[in-house]
């Protein structure tokens, strides 16, 4: 039987499996499984959440990654919203659309170098002649090692841990990572992560989920709304210039809701789409709105909430525009940049961040 097929039978009896109203408490709201092995035979972990809603996540230990984020569309028929592949080693292949984490470091930094409390640090130069992501091995392809936390009454959760050494991908600092995934039966998706170093370091952590409320086609259509009237300008290889300009009067103005495609041939040619970080307002700290995502075909409606000061939209260039990535984050090449909110971590201090996908079909 084959993975999407297997999927589609697995939320079936999971839906049959709820009863009714009064006794879906019952729902078996977390399960572990083997997702597959890597060469070496190191097994990767497979975790399922449910909740009383039939919504389905499942995530996987390799990149910490959301294999599958099923929800209803008006309908109340279920459909996964965001790009996953069948197999592990799909993923190890090159599988493009993974909704991993990203880090030590999102997004972009110039030259493959910073300078920290002075020191030069040099980064693999992944990106022509920038950092991106992380690295050549990036928090996305490591294998994090999952544990289910107790369920509570209205949600389920899985934490990943990962220990980045000093040195690695050329970052200073044993830096400890966690990555919490929680599914409420208010339909929401919630993302936490948390860190501590030992040494000074940069980090910007965010997850890369390819989302298509749709499930099928282009997103051209998807209406976009963003809670933010500036953004960061960029060069041509989108490394910010540190300038911070206003939206007004640009294709980049979704403070009115508009369709994704409406404006998007404004851009220049050579992005292919939209790759920009909007700067969310207010400003950074509390769990706020930060966008909101409409399909009207399915009726799906998806909220972005963050403790993040930027939002990076990203309209799946290389895929022809087949999906729209909504990264909470800091602002790239931020190491580099004085202006802008820091992204250094210190001993004796703990990164905190806090992202939630929260889903409706009105």
């Not at 934490?159 to 929401?188: H, K, M, W």
């Not at 800091?330 to 889903?359: C, E």
């Amino acid at each position: 039987m084959n993975f999407p097929l297997r999927l589609a039978l697995l939320s079936l009896l999971g839906l049959l499996n709820l009863g009714s109203a009064a006794d879906r408490g019952s729902v078996q709201r977390l399960e572990r499984s083997i997702f597959g092995h890597l060469p070496d035979g190191t097994a990767v972990d497979l975790f399922t959440l449910r909740n009383r809603q039939g919504c389905v996540a499942r995530v996987m230990g390799y990149g910490a990654t959301i294999v599958e984020l099923s929800v209803p569309d008006r309908h109340g028929r279920m459909g996964n919203i965001v790009l996953g592949a069948p197999s592990l080693e799909s993923y190890l292949k090159g599988f493009n659309a993974p909704a991993s984490v990203i880090g030590r470091v999102a997004n972009r930094i110039r030259g493959a170098r910073f300078t920290l409390d002075g020191r030069e640090y040099r980064l693999a130069a992944n990106n022509g002649p920038n950092h991106i992501h992380g690295g050549n091995r990036g928090f996305a392809s490591v294998v994090w090692k999952g544990k289910a936390l107790p369920v509570r009454r209205h949600e389920a959760s899985v934490e990943f841990g990962y220990l980045s050494r000093d040195g690695e991908e050329g970052y200073p600092g044993n830096l400890q990572v966690f990555v919490t995934y929680t599914l409420t039966d208010a339909n929401e998706f919630r993302i936490d992560y948390r860190a501590t170093t030992d040494k000074a370091t940069p980090v910007n952590l965010t997850n890369h989920a390819y989302f298509n409320l749709a499930g099928r086609g282009d997103v051209f259509d998807h209406e976009l709304w963003l809670s933010a009237d500036t953004y960061t300008v960029t060069d041509e290889a989108l490394i910010p210039t540190g300038e911070i300009r206003s939206v007004r009067g640009t294709p980049l103005d979704f403070t009115t809701p508009a369709k994704v495609g409406s404006r998007i041939r404004e851009l220049p040619s050579h992005l292919k789409g939209y790759d920009h970080n909007f700067i969310i307002k207010p400003a950074r700290g509390s769990l706020r709105l930060a966008g909101r995502v409409r399909e009207a075909s399915s009726g799906r409606v998806l909220e972005v909430r963050t403790t993040e000061p930027g939002l990076q939209i990203y309209t799946g260039n290389h895929l022809q525009n087949g999906a729209i990535c909504l990264e909470t984050q800091h602002y790239a090449d931020s190491v580099n940049q004085p202006g802008f909110p820091s992204t250094i971590l210190r001993p004796g201090k703990r990164l905190r961040s806090s992202t939630v996908f929260a889903f409706s079909a009105p």
